[in-house]
């Protein structure tokens, strides 16, 4: 079975811009989750989809938004970017709510 | 509420063991324990149920002591596959609410 995919791997945006991520999960995942990762603060939860809902939410500001289509792949949204926000942005895939997740390879946000 | 792991980082031998804690000052249901690579994306190695469970594979095992609230990931006779960074995540609730909560990381080197 093919992997956890994320588009694109790497980004470079200024402040001010907004910018939207893709994940495709693992064939048959129904949940995805998005994380936040950076060195001084580690892996910090952004929000987690199943069945195309939002199931849990994190504690990020608004800007930081998500969905889930039906074949399962998940974008995340983050509108007005701000420095702080670069990071690598993980997704990750479950089959369901519980267990074990999958994670992709990430993408790496730049914001000047 | 993000667990503590120790040791921060270790530098192992190939063939010497080594011992990561992750503790929480909050009751927990459960305990995941990944690998990261650098650069790669974070790989699951195990799932801890509160219980006080063990569990292991290859070399490497963990156990989760409920009245500690604390996790330890056993590490025996280390490959040169072993080097990465080891995070635990933790949940506080069971049900289909996930919700993990990550450690900072323990940064290990195997050397030959």
New interface residues.
Partial sequence: KAGVTQTPRYLIKTRGQQVTLSCSPISGHRSVSWYQQTPGQGLQFLFEYFSETQRNKGNFPGRFSGRQFSNSRSEMNVSTLELGDSALYLCASSLGLVGAQYFGPGTRLLVL | Q?PVQSPQAVILREGEDAVINCSSSKALYSV?W?RQKHG?????LM?LLKGGEQKGHDKISASFNEKKQQSSLYLTASQLSYSGTY?C?TEMNAG??????????TSLAVNP
């Fill in positions: 993000q995941h990944y790669e994306a974070p790989i699951f799932i995070f995540g289909n609410n996930r919700k993990l909560i990550w450690g900072l990381g």
